[in-house]
């Protein structure tokens, strides 16, 4: 079996101008930035993957785990990761946790191009060969609650192509009438044939929360995301239990044992583990399992760049849809973040972009991608 030969991390960064900056409740983002893990086997062959968070601070980890996984199989992924999480337990979670992912998902991309399989194939299969998606846009903008902020939600929303998305997720969270005149907006302008969903991004407690999802609950909205903290899982429950609206979260969330906590609790209508930060394609399957076992929905966060979106894809393939046979209410969309990201668009050789009916697996062996070395320099980050 082939072994790993060389580790190494490669940061992305890419500052948005002033005019594009994306923001949620709680900011406004300038910056995109992407940790790639790269491996090397023995062999020649390489593997990717993509974790969340500061980019300095997973390369600084994944310098940290490097020894526990240089020559040894490719295929010892999980013998590895368990030492290694379970040795150096006062590291805590986060940013470690994204660390692994990379990881994790570099190892089943090597392990497909090393094999001739797609990804999907390693982890459960293909259900379909088109992933249908929804839209994250509508974020909030310098204009905040202003009129200008709400022309500048109308502009973004416009831009939406229908034929493309199943659905489209917008940002909330500044206070309940804010939260009223956005979705009211939205529904203006994309109409009542799509679904809507809400991200809170955990800016409120539970008694706001409610107040909000109460208010905008006649605009027919699928989902509210994260309208707490993960950390509150007595909030979610009591939340749950009382809002007009289901209840999805888990995009905080950096390890099993949280999200089985969460569930079991019976604080969350849908999961939403990101594949780039719980532990990888391996704990996010842990992770449906646990799900399926609670008949809870899962629809996992998909963020960042290239290699993330299309680890996503790949997952979302594999999935089995609990517990429906031949009638699918709801299909699991996948998240696709479109506002200006050459993190994803300009630094493979593929075109990741959504075409009527979602989005097309990448055929290749792997996740199916090709970095494109020459044009991922120019974001290369800064020491």
């Known amino acids: 079996m082939p072994k790993i030969a060389k580790i190494d991390t490669i940061c992305l960064d890419y500052a948005i101008p002033p005019e594009k900056a994306y923001g949620t409740a709680r900011g406004l983002n300038f910056r995109r930035q992407s940790a790639l893990v790269e491996i090397t086997t023995e062999d020649g062959v390489t593997g990717y993957g993509e974790g969340l968070g500061p980019v300095q601070a997973v390369r600084t980890y994944v310098d940290l785990i490097k020894p526990f996984f240089t020559g040894r199989s490719l295929y010892d992924f999980e013998i590895a990761a368990t030492y290694c999480h379970n040795r150096l337990y006062h590291f805590g979670e986060g940013h470690f946790i994204s660390a692994l992912s990379a990881l994790n998902v570099a190892c089943f991309d090597a392990m497909g191009k090393t ?18 998606c929804y839209a994250t ?40 009438r804010s939260d009223v005149e956005r979705v009211r907006l939205a529904r203006q302008i994309l109409g009542d044939d799509i679904r809507l969903m809400v991200d809170v991004n955990g800016n409120y407690t539970v008694d706001i929360a409610l107040q909000s999802l109460r208010a ?48 079991d609790a019976r604080g969350i209508d849908v999961v939403q ?32 760049g290239a290699f993330g979106l299309a680890a996503g894809l790949h997952f979302i393939a594999s999935m089995p849809v609990v517990p429906h046979t031949d009638n699918v209410p709801f299909p699991v969309l996948l998240e696709y973040d479109v506002a200006d990201n050459p993190l994803r668009d300009d630094v493979v050789n593929e075109t990741l972009w959504p075409e009527e009916g ?10 199916g991608l090709t970095l494109d070395l020459d044009r991922a320099r120019k974001y290369f980050a800064k020491a």
């Open 273 to 304: 583990p990101a594949i780039g930060r719980c532990g990888g394609l391996s704990a996010a399957r842990t992770i449906t399992a646990i799900a399926a076992a609670n008949n809870v929905r899962v629809a996992p966060a998909v963020w960042g």
């Open 358 to 367: 979602g989005v097309r697996i990448p055929s290749g062996p792997g996740l």
């Open 137 to 176: 846009t509508g974020y909030i903008t310098k204009g905040g609650r202003s009129r200008e902020g709400l022309s500048q939600l109308e502009e973004q929303l416009s831009k939406v192509d229908k034929s493309r998305f199943a659905g489209v997720k917008i940002k909330i969270g500044l206070d309940p």
């Open 115 to 132: 094999l001739g399989v797609p990804v999907h194939d390693l982890i459960g299969g293909k259900a379909m060969d088109k992933i249908p």
């Open 216 to 263: 905008i609950e006649p605009f027919d909205i699928h989902w509210c995301e994260e309208p707490l903290p993960t950390h509150d899982i007595e909030g979610h429950v009591e939340l749950r239990a009382r809002s007009p609206i289901p209840i999805a979260t888990g995009e905080g969330l950096s390890n099993v044992a949280e999200f089985k906590h969460l569930t």
